[in-house]
């Protein structure tokens, strides 16, 4: 545990199993006395299935809940639009609007009250608390301020906690660094790519960013935090610790990592009820083995989720960790996305997976996979774009290949592109591209 006491964790995440789990059952109760007959989408979902909310008495009844899935918020919100019908409190009660991404469909639109807003809020507080970030602390937030949740409820909770906060939406990269230089934070909220996607232009505008005033970057929106090679080149670039946090707009903020204990994310379980599944059986996943993440939100009650399929595949461990925390903790990040997989010649293929190696390469500054799946054997592909004067490109996408062969088992095409050819991207990055025939 820290010797510094601001940095102590609190009570609540430290936690006996006991102690939680009862906790987690009160609050739990709550919130289901406080859907039921209120917010018409869980009412009508138990009642079809059969649930009487009265014999939930443990924790362990939770089980008796049916699962949620985004397709069935998604096509609440079809059948009664804009809003849908997930919401406990009248629809004048809410002030806030943030939706998804889109990356796998249609976007889900998502409304809070000011209660609702506050607890999201609260939820970063403990990223940033965990990260050893508080008052005097000035962060920088280089995103554009569109509708997704993430930064919308860091920059909020950071005002909260007594940090300085610097908005820059709107602006060039070239702006954002111009403007770094100036205020010198101590923090800088990104996702991993645009982490990386500063760092390249830095070093062409001939800035050194490890001399800079950043002492930690807070990433979130995908898992390149948690991919140690990736990891490793922001790290190494900007000279900077990385902290890494996982949630979805419809969740909240449902994990983060600790200082002590780099790649590894503690379940915020003070705020959450998390479960882990076995994504073919539904039953509960061995211990250690990866399963995917099953999500309860305990307050959010005016749009909560209840046994919520994020699509997250983890794996858990329970042991405590040194920062003194008693959560579990998901090991390594996000594994990969239940609905990313892709099979190329018979061998599962995941987004995450090409991340990690080709980012073991470290010449390469950007990179887009494509899978071509319009014959039965889908067929992948790589491009790559190499930094000036690191090596030949011609050599480094060989070694990309041989990289992604010796891992994988899969002859893959790589080929190196001119510099600037392949998309950026400030907020979730869009690397890994299936085209079938329906793109054609």
């Known amino acids: 545990m820290t010797g510094d006491p601001r940095w102590a964790p609190p009570p609540s995440e430290c936690l006996s199993s006991d102690e939680r789990r009862h906790q987690q059952f009160v609050r739990l109760t709550e919130l289901l006395g406080a859907v039921d007959g209120t917010n018409r989408f869980y009412t009508e979902k138990f009642l079809s299935a059969g649930v009487n909310l009265s014999e939930i008495r443990t924790l362990e009844d939770l089980a008796r809940l049916p699962l949620t899935t985004k397709q069935e918020l998604a096509s609440d919100q079809a059948a009664t639009p804009p809003w849908g019908t997930a919401h406990t409190e009248p629809l004048t009660r809410y002030t806030r609007y943030h939706q998804t991404s889109s990356t796998t469909g249609p976007p889900l639109r998502w409304l809070d009250t000011p209660e609702s807003w506050r607890w999201v809020a609260d939820c970063w507080r403990s990223v940033f608390h965990a990260a050893r970030i508080g008052i005097g602390d000035t962060i920088l937030f280089p995103f554009g301020f569109g509708p997704f949740l993430g930064f919308w409820s860091a920059f909020d909770a950071a005002t909260q906690l007594g940090a300085r906060v610097v908005p820059a939406g709107g602006m060039s990269s070239e702006t954002r660094l111009k403007l770094l230089d100036a205020v010198a934070p101590e923090v800088v909220c990104c996702t991993p790519t645009y ?42 670039g900007w000279g900077a610790r990385v902290i890494d946090h996982h949630g979805l707009t419809e969740v909240g903020p449902v994990s983060f990592e600790c200082w002590e204990h780099p790649g590894a994310l503690h379940l915020n379980e003070t705020q959450f009820i998390c479960e882990l599944l076995d994504p073919g059986s539904d039953r509960p996943a061995a211990e250690g083995e990866p399963g995917e993440l099953v999500v309860t939100n305990l307050g959010r009650i005016a749009s909560p989720v209840i046994r919520y399929r994020t699509r997250d595949i983890v794996r858990l461990r329970s042991t405590p960790c040194t920062c003194g925390r008693t959560l579990r903790q998901i090991e390594g990040g996000v594994l990969s996305r239940a609905d990313d997989m892709v099979c190329v010649r018979g061998v599962n293929v995941y987004p995450v997976a090409i991340e990690a190696l080709v980012r073991q390469v470290t010449q390469v500054t950007e990179f887009r996979s494509t899978v071509n799946a319009t014959s039965p054997l889908h067929e992948l592909s790589i491009e790559v774009e190499v930094a000036p004067t690191t090596g030949e490109p011609e050599t480094v996408a060989a070694r990309v290949g041989q990289v992604v062969q010796e891992a994988l088992g899969l002859t893959v095409p790589v080929c190196a592109v001119d510099a600037g050819t392949l998309p950026r991207f400030e907020l979730k990055s869009r690397r890994f591209v299936v085209k079938d025939s329906a793109d054609d």
């Open 195 to 236: 982490a990386l996607r500063l760092l390249e232009v830095a070093r062409a505008m001939g800035l050194d960013l490890p001399i800079s005033t950043v002492r930690t970057i807070v990433v979130a929106g995908e898992p390149g935090g948690s991919i140690d090679a990736t990891r490793w080149q922001i790290e190494q």
